[in-house]
Nanobody, 121 residues
């Protein structure tokens, strides 16, 4: 059973960089065929795909967020990390990590529980 757990600060000030980590257990992030994704859901809105890192380490980003987003990994800790720079209150959302099968864009078979991030001074 694969489990994903998001961690990071729940409050970030405007203009700062949001940094979240997803810790994976029950499976390796270097296993072929899987993509490790970040998705967010702003209040009252739908899910927004932000980006993913492939089992090989290649990264994929949403065009609308690409200039502010970086996804990296630490294979020794079986973790992958999201950094979103220059945040504004519009970046307030529940942030989720998930495992995608065969593509950076899904389908997803495992999800983290999500973590609330609020951008406010």
């Amino acid at each position: 059973q694969v489990q994903l757990q998001e961690s990071g600060p729940g409050l970030v000030k405007p203009s700062q960089t949001l940094s979240l980590t997803c810790t994976v257990s029950g499976g390796s992030i270097t296993t072929n065929y899987y993509y490790w994704s970040w998705i967010r859901q702003p209040p009252g809105k739908g899910l927004e795909w932000m980006g993913a890192i492939r089992y090989s380490g290649s990264t994929y980003y949403s065009p609308s967020l690409k200039s502010r987003t970086s996804i990296s990994r630490d294979t020794s800790k079986n973790q992958f990390t999201l950094q979103l720079s220059s945040v504004t209150p519009e970046d307030t959302a529940v942030y989720l990590c998930a495992r995608a099968v065969g593509s950076a864009y899904g389908p997803y078979d495992y999800w983290g529980q999500g973590t609330q991030v609020t951008v406010s001074s």
